[in-house]
């Protein structure tokens, strides 16, 4: 194996850890921060916000100091929605393929993540606007927030459930770099018809659990209520999974559950042989 195939897996081992931490900085970013950090606004008022009259709202969207932060965090979801989708096109995708070659995919996961980092940091919260719902008061300030946790808890477990149905290391652009470190060619030449079709169609196929995580806040103020509209319209227009889709994904999980149940016994067995014999020699 050449040296120099080898170096290839550098960058694309630094795009899948990249990826990974802002995996978990966007749970931070999109489920903690909406559950545990409640708007000083909603704790301190003497009247629940949620019931702002009109005139309160339309005052509000002309003042400047809510007007600035508003439009500084639609433009970084517009940033991370041109991004995702332009970098995804077939005309984008040769262009990036001739000047990265093999690194294409991981190229194209670390302007993604890049992307949903100036989106997490660069974010501006709302503090002083009104908001649409707030659960600050007795008796929905206990449970509400720990119903809402459990469901982002549930949501997250589903989304984590999918990806170990997919080829992770391929998604994420490193075994490209290793099959093309072996000489092996692309990984997608030995997958099959019905693997391709749905990676064709494989943009948001977490559509319902993101959605969930979105809108099931105790509070949502007007910036989560910007980032909760834009990204249902846009996860809604780009998505494309149909029935034939589902299907396979549906028997790509009873295999992988087969596989771990064939071990759990395996073992259990393996424990039963050396059990009796393991007493004896004590």
Known sequence: MAVLPLLLLV???GSFLFTFGTGVELIRFVSLRALFLQLPTGAEAPQPRAVTKS???????????????????????????LQHSLMATERLKRWTSSCFGVLQRSFYVFCSAFALQLLMRYWQPVQDGPVLWNTSTEPWVTWVPLICFILHFIAWLVIFSIILIFDYAEL????????????????????????????????????????????????????????????????????????????????????????????????GDLLAQNGPSAHKEN
Request: glycine share 4%; net charge neutral.
């Open 11 to 13: 960058p694309a081992l």
């Open 55 to 81: 005139p309160e709202w339309g005052a509000a969207l002309r003042d400047p100091k809510i007007l600035h932060p508003l439009t500084v965090d639609v433009g970084l979801v517009i940033l991370f929605i």
């Open 172 to 267: 994420m652009g490193v075994k490209q770099v290793y099959y093309h470190c072996l000489g092996m060619g692309d990984p997608l030449a030995v997958k099959s018809s019905r693997a391709i079709r749905l990676y064709s169609h494989l943009r948001h196929p977490v559509y319902l659990e993101f959605l969930l995580i979105l809108w099931a806040v105790p509070c949502l103020s007007l910036d989560r209520l910007l980032l909760a509209l834009l990204f249902t319209a846009y996860l809604t227009f780009a998505h494309s999974l149909d029935q034939q889709d589902y299907l396979y994904l549906r028997a790509q999980l009873d295999k992988k559950f087969q596989v771990f149940s064939r071990e759990e016994a395996a073992h």
